[in-house]
């Protein structure tokens, strides 16, 4: 499975920002992390890709939202209402074991390169 990301960048707070991630071969969940300086990495939300079914981290609830293409080979991770908090290196990941727990990250076994979400 290969995953690349794109569609980081700045944006100021209340602004809004699309990450995709294209994958290869047919995981059983795509995960999004984010990591800030000196933070662990967190668990933003996931998608699993035979379903369809999402989850979402408390603290972006009602802002951010998972989708994929028809195709289910790119995941999109719209984020709305953005704040200075959201700041960090945002990742998506893959998993192909059944019954994976979507919010750790050593349920994944696949990672992107990461792209930056900077929100002043």
């Known amino acids: 499975v290969q995953l690349v990301e794109s569609g980081g960048g700045s944006v100021q707070a209340g602004g809004s920002l699309r990450l995709s991630c294209a994958t290869s071969?047919?995981?059983?969940?795509i995960g999004w992390f984010r990591q800030a300086p000196w933070k662990e990495r967190e668990g933003v939300g996931a998608?699993?890709?035979?379903?369809?079914?999402?989850e979402y981290a408390d603290s972006v609830k009602g802002r951010f939202t998972i989708s994929r293409d028809n195709a289910k080979t790119t995941v999109y991770l719209q984020m709305n209402t953005l704040k200075p908090e959201d700041t960090a290196m945002y990742y998506c990941?893959?998993?192909?074991?059944?019954?994976?727990?979507?919010?750790?990250?050593?349920?994944?076994?696949?990672w992107g390169q990461g792209t930056q979400v900077t929100v002043s």
């Open positions: 990941a893959a998993s192909t074991k059944v019954g994976s727990v979507w919010y750790l990250p050593r349920t994944y076994d696949y």
């Open positions: 071969g047919y995981p059983y969940l």
């Open positions: 998608i699993y890709r035979a379903s369809g079914r999402t």
